[in-house]
């Protein structure tokens, strides 16, 4: 919903679910994006996630935990 975007509340979300991954093990992290929703790559890119590939209209981002 356009009226809660901006307000951090996606970022505070993901960070907890970060948070809860790597207390259960996890060591990496994979997430598939549109490549051209520039909002969600700059909130997942702002977290520690890098660029890893690129196919059709995606784009794939990873991080290590």
């Known amino acids: ?5 901006g307000r951090g509340y996606g970022r505070i ?3 907890k679910a970060m948070e809860i991954l790597k ?3 996890a ?3 994979e ?5 051209y ?10 977290v520690g996630f890098t ?4 196919y059709g209209g995606f784009i794939n981002l990873k991080m290590k935990l």
């Open 31 to 35: 997430i598939g994006v549109n490549r």
């Open 1 to 5: 919903d356009q009226r809660f975007q």
């Open 37 to 46: 929703n520039e909002a969600a790559k700059k909130l997942y890119m702002s």
């Open 51 to 54: 660029p890893d590939q690129v």
């Open 27 to 29: 060591k990496t992290l």
């Open 23 to 25: 207390a259960k093990g």
């Open 13 to 15: 979300m993901l960070l």
